[in-house]
């Protein structure tokens, strides 16, 4: 079956770049998703790559998928206190997403 | 508008009270998931309605009842649950459009404890 894999934690100094990485076994996938979840809350879709780019750049954020390796990252310039959340890689299907286990990013002064 | 609407935001209730878990979206998306997430862990699967249909059960427990009475609107009817049930319960929808995948978007989810 499809295996997502994340490390679990990440410490960023503010106004750093943040990198998290995510590595998948399953290249079906059509979209490859980026989801935030700040403490209590749902996930907000922060931005997703389709499966025939190499890079998607939002504002700060930057994706970056290297289909050979299978590996999926999330640049995140200039990292503020508010993105002090849990960060999680999805593989898109239809009627399902394919979850890591999320990055917990930490970010200080 | 990309909202999905989750009520309540916090839910305690006993072993052996009946609940409901409520969800709405306005964004004429033609599916709809309910996802249980337990600290620390990425959200669970537990069922998807497509056309308000109930396509997928994850195997889910009978003590949960999924309900989607028209195409903005999905419940959850909990009845004696477990203590292990506690968890943050998540509402999604997608638009379903028939391609080979189909973004979801989520709701602030419900806090669920049982006592």
């Known amino acids: 079956g499809e295996d997502v894999e994340q490390s679990l934690f990440l410490s960023v100094r503010e106004g750093d770049s943040s990198v998290i990485n995510c590595t998948y076994t399953d290249s079906s996938s059509t979209y490859l998703y980026w989801y935030k979840q700040e403490p209590g809350a749902g996930l907000q879709l922060l931005t997703y790559i389709f499966s025939n780019m190499d890079m998607k750049q939002d504002q700060r954020l930057t994706v970056l998928l290297n289909k050979k390796d299978k590996h999926l990252s999330l640049r995140i310039a200039d990292t503020q206190t508010g993105d002090s959340a849990i960060y999680f890689c999805?593989?898109?299907?239809?009627?399902?997403?394919?979850f890591g286990a999320g990055t917990r990013l930490a970010v200080h002064p | 508008d990309t909202e999905v609407t989750q009520t309540p935001k916090h839910l305690v209730m006993g072993m052996t009270n009946k609940k409901s878990l409520k969800c709405e979206q306005h964004m004429g998306h033609r599916a709809m998931y309910w996802y249980k997430q337990k600290a620390k862990k990425p959200p669970e699967l537990m069922f998807v309605?497509?056309?308000?249909?109930?396509?997928i059960n994850e195997s889910v427990p009978s003590r949960f009842s999924p309900e989607c009475p028209n195409s903005s609107l999905l419940n959850l009817h909990l009845h004696a649950l477990q203590p292990e049930d506690s968890a943050l319960y998540l509402c999604a929808s997608s638009p379903l459009r028939h391609t080979s995948t189909d973004t979801q978007y989520f709701g602030p989810g419900t806090r669920l404890t049982v006592l």
């Open positions: 999805a593989l898109g299907g239809y009627n399902k997403l394919i």
């Open positions: 309605y497509s056309y308000e249909k109930l396509s």
